[in-house]
């Protein structure tokens, strides 16, 4: 049998024990990996605190001091995944094959977190260049209850790195989104009677083929693309014999920076009204849910510490974008400059045999060691 790596065997338990987001699937939770991860560091002869963000929902951070620190680095990777209802391979099992670990949260997030906790303690054996903060969060699938509980208590860190799967490239913009439903309301009517014109449903499905895949007010970032619309849901309607007289649209508008969610709103509403012009059906707006883009300065200081060991660790340094969103936008609404990296890649992320590639976990967990040591790669004489 094959030996397993230090950041393998993490990973491995840390994928063995479930984590789902609770709001995704009830009754989910990081209390129990929390738990193991705050154990492995105390292990590891560092001293971590396990930090309940909301009841019930822990999110675990440790420090570890450099002698002469050029600056205070924070790393931050999540605890919590997605759901496992579709999932076609055992979950919480994880198995190797192909040079590949399989199971729920091998690439997000639990495979950059292993590469992030051992390329610290790997760093911290080595003779740390940075202060080093460790965040390993609950919530960021969805709420933010992690990051955001945290951020209060500290927010004084020159850089951050957010572990996602990048695939080990450098990740300084991503989109953000807007979600939002539009309200259709006007006359109910008897079926055997169709309107003449057009119904609050007919206008649902008159606007989802409109903005379906052309997102109004549309803009292109040179590394996050162009920003798009996708309609999510249509609720209409109940009984086979009446026309309904309200209608729901749900949309999911993904941004490029420097789009903010007013001027999305002001295209989608005038695009909504002049498709209901002459309808005689009302129109509302309601946001669900707004996320900020991400667009770091490929200059900023952790940016090119991380460019700088990605090189120097024979990986591409160059800077991109990508189009998922990330804590790593909450981080940077902070004010401290941030960026992504990990190893893994988003398309295995949510998917049914979610997996990650072990050799690239190994390599990006000696470029975080790089980073945080400036190249130092023996262990200091105790
Ligand atoms: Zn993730």
């Known amino acids: 049998m094959a030996r397993r790596s230090e950041p393998q065997r993490l990973l491995g338990d840390l994928v ?19 738990a193991h991860l705050a154990e492995y560091l105390r292990l590891s002869g560092l001293a971590p605190e396990v930090v309940e963000c909301a009841p019930g929902r822990p999110s675990v951070r440790v420090t570890v001091r450099a002698d002469e620190p050029r600056g205070h680095l924070l790393l931050c990777s999540h605890l919590d995944t997605v759901g496992v209802e579709s999932m076609t391979i055992p979950p ?16 997000d997030a639990k495979g950059p977190l292993a590469a992030m906790t051992v390329g610290l303690l790997r760093g911290r054996e080595r003779g740390l260049v940075w202060d080093v903060t460790l965040w390993a969060v609950a919530g960021e699938e969805v709420g933010g209850e992690g990051v955001l509980r945290l951020l209060e208590d500290d927010d004084r860190f020159d850089g951050a790195i957010v572990g996602e799967p990048t695939e080990g490239h450098l990740v300084v913009a991503h989109k953000g989104a807007v979600r939002g439903e539009i309200l259709l309301s ?96 009302r ?76 050799d690239e976990l190994e390599r990006i967990t000696e470029v975080f060691a790089w980073l945080l040591t400036d190249g130092k790669t023996v262990a200091r004489s105790p």
């Open 16 to 34: 063995a024990i479930p984590s789902v987001n609770p709001h995704v699937t009830p009754g989910g939770g990081e209390q129990a990996v929390a």
């Open 92 to 107: 919480f099992e994880p198995r190797v094959e192909g040079g590949r670990l399989f199971g729920r949260g091998a690439c």
């Open 186 to 281: 006007g006359d109910s009517a008897h079926s055997s009677r169709p309107l003449p014109d057009v119904g609050a449903l007919a206008a649902a499905c008159r606007i989802t083929l409109a903005l379906h895949g052309r997102a109004p007010g549309a803009q292109v970032h040179p590394l996050c693309g162009a920003s798009t619309l996708a309609i999510t849901a249509i609720h209409a309607g109940e009984a086979a014999n009446v026309i309904p007289g309200a209608a729901r649209v749900r949309f999911d508008y993904r941004t490029v920076p420097p789009q903010g969610p007013s001027a999305v709103w002001e295209a989608v509403n005038a695009e909504v009204a002049r498709l209901l012009s002459g309808t005689g059906i």
């Open 283 to 358: 129109s509302e707006s309601v946001t669900l849910r707004e996320n900020d883009w991400l667009d770091t300065e490929p200059d900023a200081p952790v940016a090119r510490a991380v460019a700088r060991a990605l090189e120097e660790r024979g990986e591409d340094p160059t800077p991109g974008g990508a189009v998922y969103g990330s804590d790593a936008e909450r981080i940077a609404g902070r004010g401290i400059p941030a960026v992504l990296l990990g190893p893994g890649s988003i398309d295995d992320a949510h998917t049914a045999a979610e997996s990650i590639d072990l």
